[in-house]
């Protein structure tokens, strides 16, 4: 037998790597399972989009490795989606690199700035990846709680009193997943003071920005970010794009010059046909978003009728394309959502993979069709 690496040994498989494989197989046992668990749009992409793949395959270097930075009509499509939503301004050549999805970007960013044993501070609750790639690397995970009365910010206090002199990166996620939770600009600006005062580097995880969300924000949009923060987005939401893996990293140009320097050893270049996708879809202006979300406020608003019928409460401030709703007291969230499971075929998310935090907690997504979840209603 040959042994793996040590590392695997920090890691499990991912929950819904698991857990949809007992889904999967109820379903092969003919239980008519309705998906609320996972966040892939179910919603196709523009027609626009769709050709502008279509027709790229004809063109002669469509088949060809490409630029480790992707195309330069791409960069500019990146920069111009930044001024127009969030007023920021990002040189195309040099302080933004297109990703294979966000994803690998914190895989691509752990490597570039985390030595063995440097210290990083990841949310709970929070995406998963980050504490996993942190542990992949050797690096000391210091989880900061995030609590619903404090409108799932970190608390700077707590923050001050922990010993930081070996910390390098600061995750955060705004609009937070897994609770919807929007930032403000007052928040963003306590974060970059933060990360100056104690030279950490802050990585904002950006892709929910303009799902269900009046007021798009981003990091960079506070004086001095850049020399601080680096931002990460991603066209898989925005424009039901996940399977295309179509991502962004923004920063400075010292920044992301060393992502590169990662990356362009990780791959050989995004497909010519999806840039040239995307380069479409960065196109679409207002009414793309409007129709987009008009679609997702009507699954919304199903929704919290569902969970009205289950009796947990939802703050109807939160955006992004889930909903996060509390549980009645002391339920437990991996108990609640099995039992929804095999009694209702309903899959939900339990709060707890997301941290310990996510403990009394469930999450719904969105990417289900309205009929689906007037069924899942119908079955309570």
């Not at 987009?292 to 009507?298: D, I, P, S, T």
């Not at 499971?341 to 997504?365: A, D, M, N, W």
Request: charged share 20%; aromatic share 10%; with cysteine.
């Amino acid at each position: 037998m040959i042994t793996t690496a040590n590392r695997l040994n920090t890691v499990e498989e991912y929950y819904f790597s698991k857990k949809l494989k007992e889904v999967n197989q109820l379903i092969i046992e003919g239980k008519p399972v309705i998906n609320m668990g996972i966040g892939s749009p179910d919603l196709a992409p523009h027609p626009t989009v769709i050709n502008a793949i279509q027709e790229a395959l004809l063109e002669p270097n469509a088949h060809m490795y490409q630029s480790y930075q992707g195309l330069p009509d791409l960069r500019k499509g990146f920069c111009d989606y930044y001024v127009n939503n969030f007023n920021v301004s990002i040189d195309a050549t040099s302080e933004i690199l297109p990703l294979m999805g966000s994803k690998e970007g914190i895989m691509h960013i752990a490597m570039a700035f985390l030595n063995e044993g440097d210290g990083v501070l990841i949310p709970n609750p929070g995406y998963p990846t980050y504490q996993s790639v942190c542990n992949l690397l050797g690096a000391k995970t210091l989880l900061y709680d995030l609590a619903e009365e404090n409108h799932w910010y970190p608390n700077f206090e707590a923050l001050e009193k922990q010993d930081l002199s070996k910390v390098k990166l600061m995750w955060v996620c705004y609009p937070h997943m897994p609770t919807g939770a929007q930032a403000s600009l007052e928040l963003f600006e306590q974060l970059i003071a933060f990360g100056k005062k104690h030279h950490i580097l802050i990585v904002n995880d950006n892709p929910y920005s303009s799902i269900l969300n009046d007021t798009p924000l981003s990091i960079l949009q506070v004086n001095g970010a850049k020399d601080i923060a680096i931002e990460l987005n991603s066209l898989s939401k925005t424009y039901n794009m996940a399977g295309w893996r179509v991502g962004m990293v923004i920063g400075n140009s010292e920044n992301i010059a060393s992502v590169l320097k990662v990356k362009s050893n990780m791959d050989s270049g995004m497909f010519f046909g999806i840039q040239k996708g995307a380069i479409e879809a960065l196109k679409l202006g207002n009414e793309w978003f409007e129709s987009l979300n008009e679609q997702y406020k009507r699954r919304r608003e199903l929704v919290y009728v569902l969970c009205e019928k289950l009796g947990v409460v939802v703050n109807k401030r939160q955006v992004g394309m889930f909903v996060w709703a509390k549980l009645p007291q002391s339920s437990s969230s991996e108990l609640f959502i099995d039992e929804l499971l095999y009694e209702k075929s309903l899959f939900v998310t339990p709060g707890t993979i997301f941290g310990s935090q996510g403990e009394g907690y469930i999450r719904f997504s969105l990417c289900v069709k309205e009929e689906k979840i007037k069924e899942a209603i119908s079955r309570l």
